[in-house]
């Protein structure tokens, strides 16, 4: 096994990043779908994050907005980054990608997830109620409080979609990339053979 240069490395951070970020988007429209059939306002969700750092209206909405895909993308580029450490790792299927990526989403869940919605965003909505800014972060905390079993049970359906996608997009982005790999060690070791 030839050792992984920094290059590398590098290259498979910023396609785990671009396939992280796709996962979010995926993420993105099922929490405006939630939104919407909770009769919440558009973008409640990443409104919650910001209220749980004492921000409001639009600047808590656009905060948890970026917390949410900056996190994606980095869970991406770690993603990726591991799956070059071992050969049993390597994504070189769309459907590889997708397995190792629910079992990821599941992972992150439970390591993530969990601990800060029950450390963090639960206190956040109990203490949020006294201190909302407007009626309409009223009714999201409310109908949130409302809802949370449902949510977290949901919340682990959305972890194994993220990973699945960020999985799909990390197997067609690398694919190519191992085949390539394949091929110069390939040659790699035709050179080293001796001419008969």
Not at 63 to 78: D, E, L, N, R, Y
Not at 172 to 182: A, C, F, Q, S
Request: charged share 10%; aromatic share 10%.
């Amino acid at each position: 096994m030839m050792p992984i240069s920094r290059h590398e490395m590098y290259g498979k951070a910023k396609a785990g990043s671009v396939a992280g970020i796709a996962g979010g988007v995926a993420l993105l429209a099922s929490f405006f779908g939630i939104d919407s059939s909770l009769n919440l306002p558009t973008g409640s969700f990443y409104m919650m994050i910001g209220l749980a750092v004492g921000l409001h209206g639009m600047p808590a909405i656009l905060f948890g907005s970026i917390v949410h895909f900056v996190t994606a993308a980095t869970i991406g580029a770690v993603f990726c980054m591991c799956s070059a450490l071992h050969p049993a790792l390597h994504l070189r299927s769309i459907w590889k990608g997708m397995f190792a990526g629910g079992v990821t989403g599941l992972e992150v869940y439970a390591i993530f997830f969990m601990p800060i919605t029950l450390y963090l965003m639960i206190p956040a909505l109990t203490s949020a109620t006294g201190s909302v800014a407007s009626g309409q972060e009223y009714l999201a905390v409310s109908v949130l409080k409302a809802h949370l079993s449902t949510i977290i049970w949901g919340a682990l359906v959305l972890h194994v979609l993220f990973g699945a996608v960020m999985g799909f997009f990390s197997g067609m982005i690398l694919h190519e990339d191992y085949k390539v790999r394949k091929k110069s060690l390939f040659e790699l070791e035709s050179e080293s053979m001796p001419a008969t």
